[in-house]
């Protein structure tokens, strides 16, 4: 039972280079998150869907966008990366809105 | 906005002690308020409180909720060094698809032998 799946678990990036984390859920959940963690800051929504072919922005949104094409996956991407880009970032699935999500592992990434 | 604050951010203590982690909150239209664990990697599930004064427990851990004063402890007796973790509060508001959870910055617990 695989449950949130994010390839991949560790990246560093030039500056104003673009990539695509994947998230991938084998639990037929509805909704989907994408979070980063910093240092001190806690878990920060970054974007987050309530369905296949929905997105909707969270509190941190601005250099990323997402795609949900297909309901078990969930893609955010960086079009230029900068350097305050550099975190942990984590993807969670729940069956209904805000009770208990699943986390994926997190993917360390590095912007430099 | 909503607001999560989590206090102590850090404590150390020696195993066979007992902790308690305090978590309060701001939200509009208060739905539920959830605790995790997060060790090295993913954060996991602890509890969901959704009434007062209800206390959940499971093994040594324990949480109760306070809607009047808007907060929320989590209990760990007897220690152990596996409880070293960052323990994270959130809380949901409303009830339409789009409420989202908001969390607190964590509480970093180191259990010394």
């Known amino acids: 039972n695989a449950g949130v799946t994010q390839t991949p678990k560790f990246r560093v990036l030039k500056t104003g280079q673009s990539m695509t984390l994947l998230c991938a859920q084998d639990?037929?959940?509805?909704?989907m998150y994408w979070y980063r963690q910093d240092p001190g800051m806690g878990l920060r929504l970054i974007h987050y869907?309530?369905?296949?072919?929905?997105?909707a922005k969270g509190e941190v949104p601005d250099g990323y966008n997402v795609s949900r094409l297909k309901k078990q996956n969930f893609l955010l991407g960086l079009e230029s990366a900068a350097p305050s880009q550099t975190s942990v970032y984590f993807c969670?699935?729940?069956?209904?809105?805000?009770?208990?999500?699943?986390f994926g592992q997190g993917t360390r990434l590095t912007v430099v | 906005e909503d607001k999560v604050v989590q206090s102590p951010l850090s404590l150390v203590v020696h195993e066979g002690d007992t902790v308690t982690l305090n978590c309060s909150y701001e939200?509009?239209?208060?739905?539920?308020l959830l605790w995790y664990k997060q060790e090295k990697k993913a954060p996991t599930f602890l509890f969901m409180l959704?009434?007062?004064?209800i206390e959940k427990k499971s093994g040594r851990l324990s949480s109760i909720l306070d809607k009047k004063e808007l907060f929320s402890i989590l209990n760990i007796t007897a220690t152990q060094t596996g409880d070293s973790a960052v323990y994270l509060c959130?809380?949901?508001?409303?009830?339409?698809?789009?409420?989202?959870?908001?969390f607190g910055k964590g509480i970093t617990l180191s259990v010394r032998p």
């Open positions: 969670a699935s729940s069956y209904v809105p805000n009770t208990e999500a699943f």
């Open positions: 639990m037929n959940h509805e909704y």
């Open positions: 869907s309530v369905g296949e072919g929905t997105t």
């Open positions: 939200v509009t239209n208060f739905r539920s």
């Open positions: 959704t009434s007062s004064g």
């Open positions: 959130a809380v949901a508001p409303g009830t339409g698809a789009n409420s989202k959870l908001t």
